[in-house]
C-alpha cells in the first residue's frame, strides 16, 4: 500500500521540471513539438504529492516506442497507455514515484483540458487554496490508503475542471 503523502509548495520543483525537461528534449529531440510541466507541483503557493508531472507532446504516438529504452536509461519505466487511449506513459521512482510522463501527439484534446486545469490554478489563488487544503485533508485521514485519497478529490475535481474549462473558453 502506498503512503499518501502531500507537501506545501517546493520551489525546487519547478527547477526540477526544467532539468527533467532538458532530458526529455534530448530523448526525443525532433520529435519533440513542446513540453510542458503540469499537475499540482506546476502551480505556485499549492499543496501536492511530490511528484513532477510532465507533458510532452510529439508530432505521432507512431514508432513512439522506439524511445522507451532511452526512457529506461533515465530511470522511467514505460507503461504504454496505461488506461488513457491517446496517451503514452512513464513513471519514475518505483514506489516512491517521483516524476510521471503524460505523453500525448499534437492536437489531442487532453492536452489543452490538462493545461487549462493548470493555467487555472496559477490565476485562482483562492480555488489552488481551497484544493490544497481538501488534499492535506484527505492525506491527513488517509495516510496509508492512495485509492481513498483520489476517490476523496474526484468531485472536487470534477467540478474545478469544469470552471477551468469554462474560464479557458473565455480566454481564448
Given at each position: 500500500?502506498r503512503?499518501?503523502?502531500?507537501?506545501?509548495?517546493?520551489?525546487?520543483?519547478?527547477s526540477e521540471?526544467?532539468r527533467?525537461?532538458?532530458?526529455?528534449?534530448?530523448?526525443?529531440?525532433?520529435?519533440?513539438?513542446?513540453?510542458?510541466?503540469?499537475?499540482?507541483?506546476?502551480?505556485p503557493?499549492?499543496?501536492?504529492?511530490?511528484?513532477?508531472?510532465?507533458?510532452p507532446?510529439?508530432?505521432?504516438?507512431?514508432g513512439?516506442e522506439q524511445?522507451?529504452?532511452?526512457?529506461?536509461?533515465?530511470?522511467?519505466?514505460?507503461k504504454?497507455?496505461?488506461?488513457?487511449?491517446?496517451?503514452?506513459?512513464?513513471?519514475k521512482?518505483?514506489?516512491?514515484r517521483?516524476h510521471?510522463?503524460?505523453?500525448?501527439a499534437?492536437?489531442?484534446?487532453?492536452?489543452?483540458?490538462?493545461l487549462?486545469?493548470r493555467?487555472?490554478?496559477?490565476?485562482h489563488?483562492?480555488?489552488?487554496?481551497a484544493?490544497?487544503?481538501?488534499?492535506?485533508q484527505?492525506?491527513?485521514?488517509?495516510?496509508?490508503?492512495?485509492?481513498?485519497?483520489?476517490?476523496?478529490?474526484?468531485?472536487?475535481?470534477?467540478?474545478?475542471?469544469?470552471?477551468a474549462i469554462?474560464w479557458?473558453?473565455?480566454h481564448?
Open positions: 500500500m503512503q499518501v503523502i502531500v507537501l506545501p509548495y517546493q520551489s525546487e520543483w519547478a521540471y526544467v527533467e525537461a532538458g532530458q526529455l528534449r534530448d530523448v526525443f529531440g525532433a520529435r519533440l513539438h513542446s513540453i510542458h510541466h503540469m499537475g499540482s507541483t506546476s502551480v503557493g499549492l499543496t501536492a504529492k511530490p511528484i513532477i508531472d510532465i507533458l507532446v510529439v508530432d505521432t504516438l507512431e513512439i524511445f522507451d529504452a532511452q526512457m529506461k536509461a533515465l530511470g522511467y519505466e514505460a504504454g497507455e496505461f488506461g488513457m487511449p491517446g496517451r503514452r506513459y512513464y513513471r521512482g518505483g514506489d516512491k517521483t510521471h510522463i503524460h505523453l500525448y499534437v492536437g489531442n484534446p487532453e492536452i489543452k483540458r490538462h487549462v486545469f493555467d487555472y490554478l496559477r490565476t489563488p483562492e480555488e489552488a487554496a484544493y490544497g487544503a481538501l488534499k492535506q484527505l492525506a491527513t485521514t488517509n495516510p496509508l490508503d492512495i485509492e481513498a485519497y483520489i476517490n476523496g478529490k474526484d468531485a472536487f475535481v470534477k467540478e474545478l475542471e469544469q470552471r469554462d479557458g473558453k473565455a481564448d
